[in-house]
């Protein structure tokens, strides 16, 4: 039994107490005297001083349990009282104070196992005591796990509480409010000051004085209530009323008060006769541990603890075993355990230094295991780490972090034990407890009490955020008071960095100890337990995402990350200085094999190519080919559609699960997740309900593993084996396919923790890191604040005094609120963003890239990679280009420009990779699927779509051409993926999400359109210039490289550019019309009479819709720019009647939009919130584009055509050119343009936008087309009506259909060809469009006759 103290074997049963006999035996080991003095050594009372040698009765192992019973007597009376404590005077109710769940509630709660924890799941929920009092001072304590909505109090029995009243909202209720600062007794008044997470509230009554009181953290906040009502049957329970997931835990006694306050009793009396036993007997246990047994001198010799060894004295273990048969049974009760062990351990910890602590830490737990039974050392073990846990979570914040160090030293010195760490993390750790917040670092809500102002005496903030694409202060404009001020800022926050760097670094060792893998004498080797729970922790959070109180919080998933990546990078740089063979962590990445072979279960995570049972079945043959790897043919006939049933349950697992009906008021045993956010970091297992109904659905449980032909285990049967593997076996990475190297990477248990890791950062991690630049942003929008009122304060005249108080009032207040706020995101940054924690994620970006390219390698089978692999690549880029700036800059990091381009490759590459099979495709047609007449609402489209990865990867590739560095990187990947990613963007835009894809084009064209290259928009920079909360685009950074293959594809072959462009016709026409729409339900509401309010949805739709035409008519003005041929060559088949369709929708968007007093003019009047971005400017300027492009710029003949199409077109108003230059009425021919009207829209008046080139081509333009159009008045000729097209009634008949005969202009018929082959009169098949001229067909008929 190695881990039974210094390296003994001893058994347990030949140290019981034996019979006496067998003692006088014994004894005679060592001499009477020195035996005696020995025992009076050890078990002199703690309180006495020590008796005489000759006065004293001589003691051995005969006499020793009589003279252990008198030193361990308490007074009767004392005893007495403890066993009768339900009948104390001015008490009522069980001596055992717990939550009453039965019936002392209100609405929706989840209760902890111990009924002192509570979790709100409804509106306000109430809960009282099971215990009450009316006569004395009484005190609780409540720990605030959130500092949410919450009132805490007391009541009396008769209070009736509902949804919207809670505990002080009635009479004879009363209720502090640390969230408001408020208390509550019917009508509320300030009071006390904001409590935050981690703080303790004491809830005092004085029923003796008739008052009630409050303190937070043991500091009281006076009396807030006075005149109680007493007397008969007025008793008064603590009670509690809490919002929805707010979390608290009682302490009524049943642990130590934290905050005693004197003179005040605990609601449950603390075991007193057992405190006072349990505190002698760790007085002897504390004396063994100090002396030492010298037979050969016959003396005793005083040790140091940590130097003190168990050496296997017959006269030692026997003491040890009378002090242990009575100290076992009171090491189980968790008052004892808090109140004496973790105190002694805790000296232990602050007396000596780390390997002094570990020592004794050890020698403890060595006897503990000896002396005591299993179940007996597993319950104190286990009160033991919850105890410390409560402490380390809820201790308050000091300078130099001294608590956290202390809690988490002793933690380090508990898990150092071998057969105590296994057990721990077999059954406490992830099981009973949230271990994850020994990682956590809390942020401190009050600056004061965590020292900052010591540690950051000089408060600093950057004036402008500088994330990427906003613009930035540069630190070259700083004073010499601004910089010096920053530099000791900066200086500051490096002494509180170091601070938190001694506790991260704690941390590590406790994961390093989780993940050794090396302690498997006689066991398992830690790591593989903590393997096997770290995957059910992962599989809970996955599968509770959206059911927030069963989720670890996103804050403690951060640190954990953080501190899990340091251990697992020690570990394997550790094997690879073992295994020269083996990669260090620099080049980690998962092996493709891992995705497929069944060794690790993803539970029912989504995979690129869909559904696990799907890709089994259909790439079964690439399974077997390239990794050997044989589905059963049982297996994949068991895998029906009753498989993909979400609600449905296994029967075994239906049949375990406990059937109770829930009754009113009764308890609803639940599914144990272990990660509930329990105040009491234990698990919630009781939820109450008012009403009869349960809101809580019960979470599918793990599916069986598929049956493959290779050993595959469930998470709790692998063994070692079947992870590492063996001479054989490959354990984890069974199925290499032969893309990858024989070579080992790690330990395969390492690649199991790093894919965990990836998983994390996918669950919540990310999101929390965006959470946590909300702080950074308040900063900002502080500062701005306070630079506004210093500049109202220096132009305010001195004669308005009452003005510059209130302006010096307010500097005073943004000042004081920007040093608290700058201190706090001095403690943000360093346990949050700090460069050590940028490395990580960034290694996490890399890791995830190598693993992406490995796994496209193995070409089919990358479909088996799970979905979050490829999201974590694409948010853990944007987190550290948004998220850690200004502080560090990505571009610091090593081989930056090298990870761009690969992530840029990635991107270009699978956005249309046809193996990954999007989850949200279905409703994203609906923007496809459209037809030539209309399209699908864009609101069933914006309710309808979910995210997937596809969208992701769309989204990404556009976000990443937005910035230069990024776009340049794009621009980086070989030629052929270049191509490919452009071919891929001009595919027709049905069947895709094709919004994101005309987004992409559109930023690769901006800087280069007319009137394009704005970063704000010009219209509300005139009509808003100082506002600098205007929305923000991006520099243009247009990639001349990326339009030269869009051109050259679109020369390409006859289909490309019809097919493209008829899908971008398409789009523009729904979307314009969309937008027409919704305007007039707009302007019909506000003209109203009654007080009405438009949806803010219906509003961002609409400015969406707005949005997308721009886009659209962009995407056209580049294509016109680059290749003109496609519209104006007609000897392509389609270029007429792309031209002709092309004009039709241009003179439709300048009719809508510059008609005088107008609908659109209407709506851009109201300046209506969220409608920020529609007005004249961007959409004129686009249109305006298009045709300069096609009416000037182009060859003569093609500026011929172009000018005819547009003139014939019906809907062709000169005025709506006109009106860009401002003019009401077109000029006379040959005269000069006259001044705008200031009052009018005008492109003139955006000479900051249009260059004096641009507004002459448009002058030019408008010249041609007064002349072109009076020039075709003058000759055309009138038409009758049955000679025009019976489908437009626009333009006259010019072509007939084959076989039917049918009749219509060209550009319909052509339009309609494109997407249908049916007749439009009698749905025959058309198959042949013939030319049409009514004199050459009359002609024809009378030569026939």
Aim: proline share 5%.
């Amino acid at each position: 039994m190695a881990s039974k103290g210094a390296g003994m074997a001893f058994s347990r049963k030949s140290y019981g107490l034996t019979s006496d006999a067998e003692k006088s035996r014994v004894t005679g080991i060592v001499h009477e005297k020195l035996l005696d003095d020995y025992l009076h050594r050890i078990f002199s009372s703690t309180g006495r001083a020590p008796m005489a040698a000759t006065s004293r009765k001589l003691l051995n192992f005969q006499n020793l349990p009589e003279h252990l019973d008198q030193l361990l007597h308490v007074d009767e009376e004392a005893e007495e009282e403890e066993e009768s404590q339900g009948q104390v005077e001015g008490r009522l109710g069980p001596s055992t104070v717990v939550l009453d769940h039965t019936g002392g509630f209100e609405g929706l709660l989840l209760v902890d196992d111990d009924l002192l924890g509570v979790i709100g799941h409804s509106n306000f929920g109430t809960i009282r005591s099971t215990t009450c009092v009316y006569k004395g001072k009484w005190v609780y304590e409540v720990l605030i796990s959130s500092q949410g909505l919450m009132q805490i109090g007391w009541c009396t029995i008769n209070c009736r509480f509902n949804q919207e009243e809670g505990v002080g909202d009635t009479h004879n209720s009363y209720a502090y409010d640390g969230n408001r600062v408020r208390k509550w007794n019917v009508t509320t008044t300030n009071y006390g000051k904001a409590w935050a997470a981690g703080d303790i509230v004491s809830c005092l009554i004085d029923l003796d004085e008739g008052t009630l009181s409050f303190c937070l953290n043991g500091v009281s906040l006076g009396t807030a209530f006075e005149n109680l009502s007493r007397g008969l049957g007025m008793a008064y329970f603590p009670a509690i009323s809490l919002s929805f997931k707010e979390s608290v835990a009682f302490n009524f006694g049943s642990r130590p008060l934290r905050y005693p306050v004197v003179g005040y009793r605990p609601l449950q009396d603390p075991p007193s006769a057992d405190l006072v036993r349990a505190q002698e007997l760790l007085g002897c246990f504390q004396a063994v541990l100090s002396v030492e047994l010298d037979p050969v001198q016959g003396r005793l010799v005083e040790k140091e603890s940590s130097e003190w060894q168990l050496q296997g004295q017959p006269t030692v273990l026997l003491t040890l075993a009378h002090i242990f048969h009575r100290f076992a049974p009171l090491l189980r009760k968790v008052y004892l355990v808090e109140a004496v062990l973790m105190s002694f351990l805790l000296g232990v910890v602050e007396a000596g230094t780390p390997a002094q602590a570990q020592s004794v830490v050890h020698q403890v737990l060595d006897l503990l295991w000896l002396f005591m039974e299993d179940y007996e050392v597993q319950d104190c073990l286990k009160q033991l780490m919850m105890s410390l846990l409560r402490l380390y979570r809820f201790s308050p914040i000091v300078p130099d972090l001294a608590l956290q160090i202390r809690y988490l030293r002793l933690t380090i010195a508990i898990l150092s034990h071998e057969k105590s760490r296994k057990f721990l993390l077999s059954h406490v750790l992830f099981d009973v407890l949230r271990s994850v917040v020994f990682f956590y670092i809390k942020s401190p809500l009050r600056v004061e009490e965590a020292g900052l102002q010591e540690l950051i005496p000089t408060t600093w903030w950057p004036h402008r955020s500088s994330r990427e694409g906003k613009e930035s202060k540069e630190v070259k404009d700083e004073t010499s008071e601004e910089r010096l001020r920053r530099r000791a800022y900066e200086r500051g926050c490096q002494r509180l960095k170091k601070r938190i760097e001694v506790v991260e670094e704690l941390q590590v060792q406790i994961l390093k100890l989780l993940l050794n893998n090396q302690d498997d004498n006689g066991g398992e080797a830690s790591r593989y337990i903590f393997l096997t729970k770290f995957r059910k922790f992962l599989q809970e959070n996955a599968s509770s995402r959206g059911n927030m109180p069963m989720l670890c919080p996103p804050e403690y998933m951060v640190c954990f990350l953080h501190r899990l990546i340091s251990a697992l990078r020690y570990y394997w740089d550790e094997y690879k200085a073992s295994n020269p063979r083996a990669t260090f962590s620099e080049e980690a990445y998962i092996p493709p094999q891992v995705f497929y072979n069944g060794k690790v279960d993803y539970f029912d995570l989504q995979r690129l190519g869909g559904l696990l049972s799907h890709l089994r079945k259909t790439l079964k043959d690439d399974l077997a080919s390239k990794a050997n790897i044989l589905i059963d043919p049982l297996e994949l006939q068991a895998a029906t559609m009753d498989d993909l049933d979400e609600d449905e349950e296994p029967a075994p697992a239906a049949a375990q699960r406990p059937m109770q009906a829930l009754a009113m008021g009764g308890a609803l045993p639940l599914p144990r997740p272990s990660w509930l956010s329990s105040p009491t970091l234990g698990r919630a297992n009781r939820f109450l309900s008012t009403a009869a109904v349960s809101l809580m659905t019960p979470r599918r449980p793990l599916s069986t593993s598929e049956k493959v032909k290779v050993r595959t285990l469930s998470a709790e049967q692998r063994t070692r084996e079947d992870i590492e593997g063996s001479q054989w076996n490959e354990g984890l990475l069974v199925g290499r396919p032969p893309e990858e190297p024989e070579q080992p990477l790690t330990e395969n248990s390492l690649l199991e923790v790093l894919d965990g890791a990836i998983m994390m950062y996918n669950l919540s991690v990310h999101q929390q890191l965006g959470k946590m630049v909300g702080v950074s942003d308040d900063v900002n929008e502080y500062a701005m604040a306070l630079r506004d009122t210093e500049d109202k304060l220096r132009r305010c005249p001195k004669r308005r005094k009452d003005i510059l108080a209130e302006l010096t009032k307010s500097q005073k207040v943004f000042s004081e609120k920007l040093d608290h706020l700058s201190r706090r995101l001095a403690w943000v940054h360093a346990t949050v963003y700090s460069q050590e924690k940028m490395q990580d994620i960034y290694w996490l970006l890399r890791v995830c890239l190598r693993t992406i390219e490995h796994g496209d390698r193995t070409g089919p089978l990358f479909a088996f990679m799970p979905e979050f692999y490829l999201s974590v690549a694409i948010n853990s880029y944007s987190a550290l280009k948004n998220y850690f700036g200004p502080v560090h800059s990505m571009e610091e990091l090593p081989g930056y420009e090298e990870t761009l381009t690969r992530l840029a490759a990635i991107l270009a590459k699978h956005f249309a990779d046809t193996r990954i099979v999007g989850t949200g495709e279905v409703p994203d047609r609906g923007l496809g699927e459209m037809g030539t007449d209309g399209m699908a609402p864009l609101a069933i489209f914006c309710a309808q779509c979910q995210p997937d990865i596809r969208d992701s990867l769309m989204q990404a590739l556009a976000s990443y051409v937005c910035y230069p560095n990024s776009l340049r990187a794009v621009e980086r990947i070989p030629e052929e993926q270049r191509i490919a990613m452009v071919r891929s963007l001009l595919a027709p835009y049905e069947q895709r999400p094709w919004a994101q894809t005309n987004w992409i084009l559109v930023r690769l064209w901006r800087g280069c359109g007319f009137g394009y290259r704005y970063t704000r928009l010009p219209h509300l920079l005139k009509t808003k210039p100082e506002d600098a909360n205007l929305p923000s685009l991006q520099k243009p950074c247009p990639s001349t490289l990326l339009q030269q293959h869009m051109a050259d594809l679109l020369r390409e072959g006859p289909d490309v550019a019809p097919s493209f462009l008829n899908s971008v016709l398409n789009q523009l026409n729904w979307a314009f019309s969309e937008f027409i729409g919704m305007i007039q339900e707009i302007q019909q509401a506000a003209e109203r009479l009654e007080r009405n309010f438009v949806d803010s949805r219906q509003l961002k739709v609409c400015a969406t819709c707005f949005d997308l035409s721009v886009s659209l008519l962009r995407v056209l003005e580049m294509t016109i720019t680059l290749v003109p041929e496609i519209f104006l060559d007609w000897a392509q088949p389609t270029s007429e009647m792309l031209l002709r369709r092309l004009a039709q929708l241009l003179n439709q968007v300048l009719n809508r939009v510059t008609a005088e007093r107008n609908l659109f003019d209407r709506v851009v009047t109201l300046r209506l919130p969220g409608l920020e971005s529609v007005d004249h400017y961007p959409i004129l300027v686009a249109v305006t584009g298009i045709l300069v492009r096609l009416l000037v710029h182009g060859p003569a003949s093609g500026t011929e055509r172009a000018t005819s199409v547009l003139l014939a077109d019906p809907c062709f108003q000169l005025r709506s050119i006109c009106y860009l230059l401002g003019q009401p009425e077109p000029p006379t021919p040959g005269t000069a343009l006259p001044a705008p009207d200031q009052k009018r829209f005008s492109l003139q008046s955006y000479t900051d936008y249009i260059s004096v080139e641009e507004l002459a081509q448009v002058e030019q333009m408008l010249a041609h087309l007064t002349s072109a159009s009076a020039q075709a008045a003058a000759a055309s000729l009138p038409t009758s009506e049955e000679d025009l097209c019976p489908i437009c009634y626009a333009h006259p008949i010019s072509a007939v259909f084959q076989p039917c005969g049918h009749k219509s202009c060209k550009a319909c018929i052509n339009q309609h060809l494109m997407n249908n082959k049916d007749c439009f009169f009698c749905k025959a098949t058309i198959v042949s469009v013939e030319d049409w001229d009514k004199a050459a067909s009359a002609s024809a008929t009378s030569s026939a006759a």
